[in-house]
């Protein structure tokens, strides 16, 4: 499965590069890019991931993931 999120608290490419990679990280998570410009996360993930579960990998940085 293959979703697209906003993401709220990115201000340069380091900071995508941290989303990016706590995403990675994640272990419902597949794959995972993160674009500075659209501020936008597109995750792969055999679950039905929404904002709260993504949050979980972001909860130590200030970065977070947000609902429509």
């Known amino acids: 499965m293959d979703k697209s999120f906003k993401v ?13 990679k706590h ?5 419902q998570v597949l794959e995972a890019k993160v674009d500075l410009e659209s501020q936008t996360a597109r995750v792969q993930s055999d ?4 904002p709260d ?8 940085t200030p970065y977070r993931i947000e609902k429509n």
């Not at 709220?8 to 990016?20: F, L, R, Y």
């Open 47 to 50: 679950h039905d991931l929404d």
């Open 23 to 27: 995403l990675k990280d994640f272990d």
């Open 53 to 60: 579960d993504l949050n979980v990998a972001l909860e130590d």
């Open 8 to 20: 709220s608290g990115m201000s340069c490419q380091n900071c995508a590069k941290t989303v990016e």
